[in-house]
């Protein structure tokens, strides 16, 4: 696969899967009809193509095995799209160290434009 051909698959690969796992009208219509599905995430599959849907539990995400299968599917007309489960995120209130270190704290330094005034 070009590199152009990749980086527009992993995008197309990122927008099916946020699709799934935050629709779940969206994940059922890739299980029971992907083909259609792909198309409303602007993947057309070639005619006479099939596409094979694999449910992953758990597990990290392996995306050049995913790229391979991919191209595989254009040399054969056969896809196979893993769609792993839902990432776990974690809903905790932040604290006040949190917030700070996200923030930079107390040694804020600005020079990106003729705006600000640097300390």
């Known amino acids: 696969m070009e590199p152009r051909e990749r980086a527009a698959f992993v995008s197309f ?3 099916v899967l946020t699709a799934a796992w935050s629709d779940d009208e969206y994940a059922a219509r890739l299980e029971s009809d992907p083909r259609a599905a792909l198309a409303e ?3 057309e599959l070639p005619a006479g193509a099939t596409v094979r ?3 992953e539990a758990g597990g990290e995400p ?3 095995a995913q790229v391979h299968a991919w191209a595989e599917g254009i040399k054969t007309g056969r896809y196979e799209l893993w769609v ?3 990432p776990l995120l974690e809903t905790r209130e932040l604290s006040e160290a949190d917030l700070d270190s996200v923030a930079g704290g107390d040694a804020y330094s600005c020079s990106c434009s003729p705006c600000c005034t640097s300390t």
Do not use: V
């Open 84 to 86: 792993l489960d839902s």
């Open 53 to 55: 849907i694999t449910r």
């Open 41 to 43: 995430m602007g993947f």
């Open 13 to 15: 690969y990122a927008k």
């Open 62 to 64: 392996d995306l050049e």
